[in-house]
């Protein structure tokens, strides 16, 4: 099974939506964490309440997914 020849294009295409989900997902987690300082200093239910909370899991999720771009494009193996 060998991989599927990739082109120029989609090349590129995998490295823009790296790019901008690893990018949104910085952002998203700055600014989760900014909204949530001082962090150490919460009880689990006070993180879970607080407003930071859901930009700061949703940019830890889009890092995430930007290590899985390929996966994301859905490139098969099969010509």
Same mark, same amino acid.
């Given at each position: 099974?060998?991989?599927?020849? #990739?082109?120029e %294009?989609?090349?590129?295409?995998?490295? *823009?939506m790296?790019?901008?989900?690893? %990018? !949104?997902?910085l952002?998203?987690?700055?600014?989760g964490l900014?909204?949530? *300082?001082?962090? #150490?200093?919460?009880? /689990?239910m006070?993180?879970?309440e607080?407003? %930071? /909370? !859901?930009p700061l899991m949703?940019g830890? #999720?889009?890092?995430?997914? %930007?290590? +899985?771009?390929? !996966?994301? #494009?859905g490139?098969? +193996?099969?010509?």
């Amino acid at each position: 099974m060998d991989d599927p020849e #990739i082109t120029e %294009g989609e090349e590129r295409t995998v490295r *823009w939506m790296r790019r901008a989900l690893f %990018g !949104l997902g910085l952002v998203f987690t700055a600014a989760g964490l900014v909204r949530q *300082w001082p962090v #150490i200093g919460k009880t /689990y239910m006070e993180f879970i309440e607080g407003k %930071g /909370y !859901l930009p700061l899991m949703v940019g830890l #999720i889009m890092i995430v997914l %930007g290590f +899985s771009v390929r !996966l994301l #494009i859905g490139q098969d +193996s099969e010509k």
